[in-house]
């Protein structure tokens, strides 16, 4: 892979470990509001919510807006708890804000990134939102590491629409066939990137099923045998 000058890494799932960030923002905005039920039952339905409502906001099928209410308003009625609009929209508000608060990446991280370092422009491509990503990267130590984050907000699409990657290479002075993306998402991430000529590697941490000839790895570190 010696073509390659730029790799362009995805940030939640892929670096930062948001199920367990996640997970404590949560734990912090229930005991502050109150909130009298079961974190961990509430959170065994919202995981999957929440996915669903980002697929629906990458499709450009919701708003910012009716997934940042949405996903809670459905996550309560599940465990069949009686919340009131102005909760809901509370908690919304403060999840935002205590996210970026926790910092827990996934093992290899800054071993990895200090590996590529000194050979690649490394970058940023997220689909979150512009208020909570680069807080998140500065506020974990990832600052130092990328040339360029590039969030959907800014480019006006979201992953995997091509135009997205478009506006990234063109932003990072890059050509498709010397650049590689790494994420989690295979829709987002490995598919929209190739579609656009990418070459790819896909952070399989949950061992699913590769259909294609995709270059894969289990775990961060794994990405030394390709770069």
Known sequence: MNNIKHIFFDLDHTLWDFETNSDIAFAAIFKKYGVNTSLDKFLNYYRTINENYWKLYREERITKEELRIGRLRD??????????????DNLSV?????????????????????????????HIITNGFNEVQFKKIEN??????????????????????????????????????????????????????????????????????VSENIKSVSKLIEIKQYL
């Open 140 to 209: 974990s130590g990832l600052t130092k590491y990328f040339d360029k984050t590039i969030t959907s907000e800014e480019a006006g699409v979201k992953k995997p629409n091509p135009i997205i990657f478009q506006y990234a290479l063109q932003q990072t002075n890059a050509l498709p066939s010397e650049s590689i993306m790494i994420g989690d998402n295979w829709e987002a991430d490995i598919m929209g990137a190739k579609n656009v000529g990418f070459d790819v590697i896909y952070c399989n941490f949950n061992a699913k099923p």
């Open 94 to 122: 403060d999840y935002i804000e205590y996210l970026p608060k926790n910092n827990q990446l996934f093992d290899g991280t800054f071993e990895i990134l200090e590996h590529l370092k000194p050979n690649y422009k490394m």
């Open 75 to 88: 996550a309560f009625a599940k465990i069949k708890y009686q919340v009131d609009m102005d909760l809901i």
